[in-house]
Each structure stands twice: as structure tokens, then as C-alpha cells.
């Protein structure tokens, strides 16, 4: 049984995705431990909470600096003991230790198609935006494990999404996150959880 914690930033439509699909047997062999947040009070800890999952707020807003706050979000995901850590929607940088000690144990959900309207900057609404300022007629989503770069990490899986005339930002993220994000990640979970996948060369391969 896959152990995994979910980390969350908003409104964790990411979230309720996995739970939905654990629920549903789209996820197999997988079990949802925790939830933690950087904000205290945000829609996705009422959606672990209504799920019945453990969830915990570790806010940088708490802590004297970084580095403290860093510390304290790895001892908050260590507690759950989990298999694999997962970043739905989650905004704040991973800290290197955590990378360091889950390797590629993290996956992350990125609503481009990486390598395009990434990095830096490149998160939530703003992606979106981007996308629309320079005239893409296909943008997407990206799973990807997390290594110590912004969005660089080996690629898991890709989903294409067609920009329709008269997009607005917030039109094209819904439909990014209809028909890319809530679809792949709850796939790479299943995937991972029965061991269909493995990274050779920082490359994802599938296993036969
Ligand atoms: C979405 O755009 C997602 O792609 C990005 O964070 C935003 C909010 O996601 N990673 P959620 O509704 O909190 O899952």
C-alpha cells in the first residue's frame, strides 16, 4: 500500500481529484496519509478534513525565517511516514533536504507542457496568462518528480489542451484542470503505487 501526502497551497481541486479517484478505484494500492498546507485557512484542508484525512498547516508566516520553516515543513511531512510526497498545487519552493532525503519520492503537478511556461514565476493563474499573451494555441499539464530545480525534474506524464478563441485566463485554467490535471496526476499515483514506472538516465521509463 502506497503511503502518500499531499501538499496543498488553495483550493485543492488536485486534491479532491486523488481523493475521488481512491474512492472511486481509479487509484489502487494507495493510501491518502496526510495533508499538509502553507495557508491555515484554505478550501483543500476542508477537503481532507471532509474526507476524514489528517491534515496539518505549516505556514513560513509562523516561523522567525526560512530555513526554520523549511525544517519544520519536512519534520510536519516526515511524521506521516509517506512513500511518496505529493505537490498539488502546493506554491512554496521544496527545501533541498527534502529532496535530498525523498529523491524521487515527490511528484509535482505543473499546468504547462514543460519545458514551455515554466520555471520562475511560472505558477497558478500566471501560467495561464502567459500562455495567452504569447498566442499558444496548445498549452497542457506536466507530472514531473522534483529534483533540486524549479519544474526540472525527469517527466512522468503529459496531456495536451487546446487555447479556444476568447480564453480568458481563468477559462483556460478550468479547462486545463479538467482535461489534463485532474486526469494525470491521480494516474502517475496509480502508475507509481503499482510500480509501473521507473527512472533511468532522469529519464521516466515504463516497465514491461
Ligand atoms: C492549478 O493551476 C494547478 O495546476 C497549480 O495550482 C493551481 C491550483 O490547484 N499547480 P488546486 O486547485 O489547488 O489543486
Not at 512513500?83 to 519520492?105: E, H, S, T, W
Not at 529534483?147 to 496531456?159: A, H, L, R, Y
Request: net charge negative.
Amino acid at each position: 500500500m502506497l503511503r502518500i501526502v499531499v501538499l496543498v497551497s488553495g483550493g485543492g481541486t488536485n486534491l479532491q481529484a486523488i481523493i475521488d479517484s481512491v474512492a472511486a478505484g481509479g487509484i489502487t494500492n494507495t493510501e491518502i496519509v496526510g495533508v499538509i498546507s502553507n495557508n491555515k485557512t484554505v478550501k483543500s484542508l476542508e477537503r481532507a478534513k471532509n474526507a476524514g484525512i489528517p491534515a496539518v498547516s505549516v505556514s513560513p508566516k509562523d516561523f522567525e525565517n526560512r530555513d526554520i520553516f523549511n525544517d519544520a515543513l519536512l519534520d510536519a511531512v516526515n511524521e506521516f511516514a509517506p512513500d511518496l510526497v505529493v505537490l498539488a498545487g502546493f506554491l512554496v519552493a521544496i527545501p533541498p533536504k527534502m529532496v535530498a532525503q525523498y529523491g524521487n519520492r515527490i511528484i509535482n503537478i505543473h499546468p504547462s507542457l514543460i519545458p514551455s511556461f515554466c520555471g520562475v514565476g511560472y505558477y497558478g493563474l500566471k501560467v495561464h496568462e502567459r500562455v495567452l499573451e504569447r498566442g499558444a494555441k496548445v498549452t497542457g499539464a506536466t507530472v514531473h518528480f522534483v529534483n533540486e530545480g524549479m519544474d526540472e525534474g525527469p517527466i512522468i506524464s503529459q496531456k495536451a489542451v487546446y487555447v479556444e478563441e476568447g480564453d480568458t485566463p481563468e477559462i483556460l485554467q478550468r479547462r486545463v484542470m479538467e482535461q489534463a490535471e485532474w486526469i494525470l496526476l491521480p494516474k502517475a499515483i496509480d502508475d507509481i503505487a503499482n510500480d509501473r514506472i521507473t527512472v533511468i538516465d532522469n529519464k521516466v521509463v515504463k516497465n514491461n
